[in-house]
Each structure stands twice: as structure tokens, then as C-alpha cells.
């Protein structure tokens, strides 16, 4: 089970943000935009009653959840937590946004832009109130009010199988790529096993190499890229990403079969060293260790290193948000759910549990990136989007049909990469560039 549901490409998705779009159009029954800043006074009145939880981590509703509903409601008497796992949440809740059903508290979903915020969720505060506490707050922020909170923040990387590398010989993370694509070579030739492996079946994680942007050129690495026509020119930075995946399924260093991949099963695959590393979050190293353990091996051959970017000597990390977390603008028990919601983000562990950031700021990092401790990794948060840019980026990307927060175009590099499909990495690059470029003519600068 993963932490976190990509927003899903093509025709299906399409007609959902539609139908959210017309939703919002529509104004309704709640307030609407808040022109007063700061957290809403609907969170006054008594902590009491019945409250639903929203959620996507179906593996955890009987257990972890149960648990953390009794802590809650022993703190609160009077309350009770009643959790709602939904399996396919992006689409589910999204469309459930177009009724006033979507619970009390709720994760956001990806589908749902900032200025849509006001219409489906209460404000907490406003970002200079809640900065001083909370991290990755300009996340879900609107005109100076934050809608929701992270659930723990993500630092990119790559889970490891150590001992797989050790026995290649390696023992420290690769400064360059080519020094990547070296050691995985040497992965390969020595231990007889794919060093990567694309989860391409599934196709979300492919999205995740996306959240390395910024790594290169800094916290305004979104605003560099929607001002350039050509971002996948030769060394620039989402041609080395991207380059990066597509050099190690081209070299044949990962997975002999992509289309038969399967995420489950790729956990105890590294975990059992049968798979070298997968490009992912922090928030997954948790769940490779698991599967080490259950499978008998030892959750210490599972590491979290960073990515072979580096700025003046030093690794970069992106952290950002997992999922966020908000009040429904139509909850008839906001005090509760206030409630619910400080105490999940200061007293419930989920972050740690996820080997995540922790939002609130006095939170003690995980041990699984200890190791970037050692190796002297930067932090890097990417700012927000300027004034009157917040969707700029989003049009951009669906202008010119290129999802860079999904799987499709990444399919396609890999299917060229592996001679499944027509074309070489120049002339794949090439036909970005020129629709990036087209995208960027039609929406205009903001």
C-alpha cells in the first residue's frame, strides 16, 4: 500500500476535474472565497460527538487508526473516530466533493487547485500564524489562509538494498549520474540481478522522479521551468532527470519485462536483494524494511540514500508533503475535527510511523534518513508559486499534454528507451520541448 495517490492521467481523469471545475463554477451552499484571514471561528464550541476520517491507508484503518482513535477519544470523552478507507481516493473523494458528503476531516485531493480550497475546506490560520509551527504549510495555502496541513513531508531519494551494493562494492551514494549508471552496472555484472526496477505497471511510482525538480536548480525550480521553452535541453534540469530514467532502462539496468511489474511484490523484491534500488520518497524505506522482515531478511540491509544531484559539493534533497489534511467547509462537528486534526499533527506519531518529516517543526527527524546526516545532504523546500502564477504550471503541463506529476509521458520514455516504441531519447526529448514551448505560447505568462 502506498502513502500517496498520484493524480491519474488520461480520458477518466479528465472527466472528473471537469466535474469538479463545474462544481466550483457553481458557488453553492458554503461561503465560499474568505476575504478575513486566519483560523474560522466555526472550530469554537465543545470537543464532543461523532466525527468521520477520510482516508487512503486502507492497511491501516484496523490497526494503527483503531489505535489512535481510542488515544484520541480517551484524551476527549464524549468523541468517537469513526474512519472511512477508500481505496481508489483521488477519484472516489473528488467526486464526492460535488455533494456536501465527504466527511468531517479528509485528506485534499491532488485534483483539487488552491483556489478551489475555499470552497470545500475551512481555514486554520493564516501562513505566517502557522509557520511558525508547521512546515510545508504553503502547500494548501490561499490568499494568505491555509486549508490543510501535511501529514508528513517526504525527502527524495532512492531506497536501497545495502547489502546488494556492498557486495558490488559500493558503500557510499554516487555523486554524478554517470557515476550511478556506472555503479548499477556493476551491480548488475556482479550480483546477476536488475539494479532497478520501474514499477512501470503500476505507473504511479514513475511519477515520483517528478518530485526531484528543484534538486538542481533550487527552490525556484518550478518558476525556472515554466519560464523556459525548452527545460529538456541537454544539462538542464528535467533533462537530467528524466535523461537519468531513461539512460537506465535504455543501458538495460533495470526490470527485463517492465509491463509485468507489481508494486507489493517490488517490496519484497529489494527487500530480499532481488532488486538493487527504486527511485521513491522517504516515506517508503518503512515499508521495504517490512517486507525484509517478513520475508527473513534483516531491515538494516535497507537504506535511503540521495540522488546523484549536487550543488557545490553537496547532495540535494526535495522535501515537500505527502497528502495533506483539512476540515470539510460542510462538517457539522468542526470543534471535534479541529480537535482531531491537532492532535493527529502534534500527538499522533504518523509521520515517524512513515519515516516522514514531521510537520510540526519540534518533531524529531526519522531514522531512516540518518544517513543523509552523514552525508552532509541539503534540505531543500521549494518556494510557492508567485502572485498570480499559483496555476501557471498546471496549465502548462495540460496545455501541452505532458504530466509531469503522472505516468503517461514516463510510459512513453520507457517504451522508447527499451525499443518498444519509435524514436530515441533526442527525438523524445525534442517533441517535449516543442509542446512544452506551444503550451507555454497558448496560456501566456501571468
Given at each position: 500500500?502506498?502513502?500517496r495517490?498520484?493524480?491519474?492521467?488520461?480520458?477518466?481523469?479528465?472527466?472528473?476535474?471537469?466535474?469538479?471545475?463545474?462544481?466550483?463554477?457553481?458557488?453553492?451552499?458554503?461561503?465560499?472565497?474568505?476575504?478575513?484571514k486566519?483560523?474560522?471561528?466555526?472550530?469554537?464550541?465543545?470537543?464532543?460527538?461523532?466525527?468521520?476520517?477520510?482516508?487512503?491507508?486502507?492497511?491501516?484503518?484496523?490497526?494503527?487508526?483503531?489505535?489512535?482513535?481510542?488515544?484520541?477519544?480517551a484524551?476527549?470523552?464524549?468523541?468517537?473516530?469513526?474512519?472511512?478507507?477508500?481505496?481508489?481516493?483521488?477519484?472516489?473523494?473528488?467526486?464526492?466533493?460535488?455533494?456536501?458528503n465527504?466527511?468531517?476531516?479528509?485528506?485534499?485531493?491532488?485534483?483539487?487547485?488552491?483556489?478551489?480550497l475555499?470552497?470545500?475546506?475551512?481555514?486554520?490560520?493564516?501562513?505566517?500564524?502557522?509557520?511558525?509551527?508547521?512546515?510545508?504549510?504553503?502547500?494548501?495555502?490561499?490568499?494568505?489562509?491555509?486549508?490543510?496541513?501535511?501529514?508528513?513531508?517526504?525527502?527524495?531519494?532512492?531506497?536501497?538494498?545495502?547489502?546488494?551494493?556492498?557486495?558490488?562494492?559500493i558503500?557510499?551514494?554516487?555523486?554524478?549520474?554517470?557515476?550511478?549508471?556506472?555503479?548499477?552496472?556493476?551491480?548488475?555484472?556482479?550480483?546477476?540481478?536488475?539494479?532497478?526496477?520501474?514499477?512501470?505497471?503500476?505507473?504511479?511510482?514513475?511519477?515520483?522522479?517528478?518530485?526531484?525538480?528543484?534538486?538542481?536548480?533550487?527552490?525556484?525550480?518550478?518558476?525556472?521551468?515554466?519560464?523556459?521553452?525548452?527545460?529538456?535541453?541537454?544539462?538542464?534540469?528535467?533533462?537530467?532527470?528524466?535523461?537519468?530514467?531513461?539512460?537506465?532502462?535504455?543501458d538495460?539496468?533495470?526490470?527485463?519485462?517492465?509491463?509485468?511489474?507489481?508494486?507489493?511484490?517490488?517490496?519484497?523484491?529489494?527487500?530480499?536483494?532481488?532488486?538493487?534500488?527504486?527511485?521513491?520518497?522517504?516515506?517508503?524505506?518503512?515499508?521495504?524494511q517490512?517486507?525484509?522482515?517478513?520475508?527473513?531478511?534483516?531491515?538494516?540491509?535497507?537504506?535511503?540514500?540521495?540522488?546523484?544531484?549536487?550543488?557545490?559539493?553537496?547532495?540535494?534533497?526535495?522535501?515537500?508533503?505527502?497528502?495533506?489534511?483539512?476540515?470539510?467547509?460542510?462538517?457539522?462537528?468542526?470543534?471535534?475535527?479541529?480537535?482531531?486534526?491537532?492532535?493527529?499533527?502534534?500527538?499522533?506519531?504518523?509521520?515517524?510511523?512513515?519515516?516522514?518529516?514531521?510537520?510540526?517543526?519540534?518533531?524529531?527527524?526519522?531514522?531512516?534518513?540518518?544517513?543523509?546526516?552523514?552525508?552532509?545532504?541539503?534540505?531543500?523546500?521549494?518556494?510557492?508559486?508567485p502572485?498570480?502564477?499559483?496555476?501557471?504550471?498546471?496549465?502548462?503541463?495540460?496545455?501541452?499534454?505532458?504530466?509531469?506529476?503522472?505516468?503517461?509521458?514516463?510510459?512513453?520514455?520507457?517504451?522508447?528507451?527499451?525499443?518498444?516504441?519509435?524514436?530515441?531519447?533526442?527525438?523524445?526529448?525534442?517533441?517535449?520541448?516543442?509542446?512544452?514551448?506551444?503550451?507555454?505560447?497558448?496560456?501566456?505568462?501571468?
Amino acid at each position: 500500500m502506498t502513502t500517496r495517490r498520484i493524480l491519474a492521467a488520461g480520458v477518466t481523469a479528465a472527466a472528473v476535474a471537469l466535474t469538479l471545475t463545474a462544481c466550483v463554477g457553481g458557488g453553492g451552499g458554503a461561503s465560499g472565497d474568505d476575504s478575513s484571514k486566519g483560523a474560522s471561528d466555526a472550530f469554537k464550541g465543545d470537543v464532543k460527538g461523532t466525527i468521520t476520517v477520510l482516508t487512503n491507508r486502507t492497511d491501516l484503518v484496523k490497526t494503527t487508526f483503531a489505535d489512535y482513535a481510542k488515544k484520541f477519544e480517551a484524551k476527549y470523552p464524549g468523541t468517537t473516530v469513526k474512519f472511512e478507507a477508500i481505496t481508489n481516493y483521488e477519484d472516489d473523494v473528488t467526486i464526492r466533493l460535488n455533494s456536501h458528503n465527504y466527511g468531517d476531516v479528509l485528506l485534499v485531493p491532488n485534483k483539487v487547485t488552491k483556489d478551489q480550497l475555499p470552497q470545500f475546506f475551512e481555514p486554520l490560520g493564516t501562513v505566517d500564524e502557522l509557520g511558525k509551527t508547521y512546515r510545508f504549510i504553503n502547500a494548501q495555502a490561499y490568499q494568505d489562509n491555509v486549508y490543510a496541513l501535511s501529514t508528513f513531508g517526504t525527502a527524495q531519494g532512492y531506497v536501497l538494498n545495502t547489502k546488494v551494493w556492498k557486495e558490488a562494492g559500493i558503500t557510499a551514494p554516487p555523486k554524478t549520474t554517470d557515476e550511478l549508471l556506472q555503479d548499477l552496472q556493476a551491480i548488475k555484472d556482479k550480483t546477476k540481478i536488475a539494479p532497478y526496477y520501474t514499477n512501470y505497471a503500476d505507473g504511479w511510482p514513475l511519477s515520483n522522479w517528478q518530485n526531484n525538480a528543484g534538486a538542481i536548480n533550487g527552490p525556484d525550480a518550478t518558476k525556472i521551468r515554466d519560464a523556459d521553452d525548452s527545460p529538456w535541453d541537454s544539462g538542464k534540469e528535467q533533462y537530467q532527470i528524466d535523461g537519468l530514467l531513461y539512460d537506465i532502462v535504455h543501458d538495460k539496468l533495470s526490470e527485463a519485462d517492465p509491463t509485468t511489474t507489481n508494486w507489493e511484490e517490488s517490496k519484497n523484491l529489494l527487500g530480499t536483494g532481488k532488486i538493487a534500488m527504486m527511485q521513491l520518497g522517504s516515506w517508503a524505506a518503512p515499508q521495504m524494511q517490512d517486507a525484509a522482515v517478513k520475508s527473513g531478511a534483516s531491515k538494516d540491509d535497507i537504506g535511503f540514500w540521495p540522488m546523484p544531484f549536487q550543488k557545490d559539493g553537496k547532495f540535494q534533497s526535495i522535501i515537500g508533503t505527502d497528502y495533506t489534511v483539512g476540515i470539510s467547509k460542510y462538517s457539522k462537528n468542526k470543534a471535534t475535527a479541529k480537535a482531531w486534526l491537532d492532535w493527529f499533527e502534534n500527538e499522533s506519531g504518523f509521520a515517524q510511523l512513515n519515516g516522514g518529516i514531521p510537520a510540526n517543526k519540534d518533531g524529531a527527524m526519522p531514522d531512516v534518513l540518518k544517513p543523509f546526516q552523514d552525508f552532509g545532504v541539503d534540505l531543500v523546500e521549494l518556494n510557492p508559486a508567485p502572485k498570480g502564477q499559483e496555476t501557471l504550471d498546471t496549465d502548462i503541463q495540460n496545455a501541452s499534454q505532458i504530466d509531469l506529476q503522472g505516468p503517461n509521458y514516463r510510459k512513453k520514455m520507457i517504451d522508447v528507451a527499451r525499443g518498444a516504441a519509435k524514436g530515441d531519447k533526442d527525438s523524445f526529448f525534442a517533441d517535449l520541448n516543442k509542446r512544452w514551448a506551444a503550451a507555454r505560447a497558448q496560456v501566456g505568462t501571468k
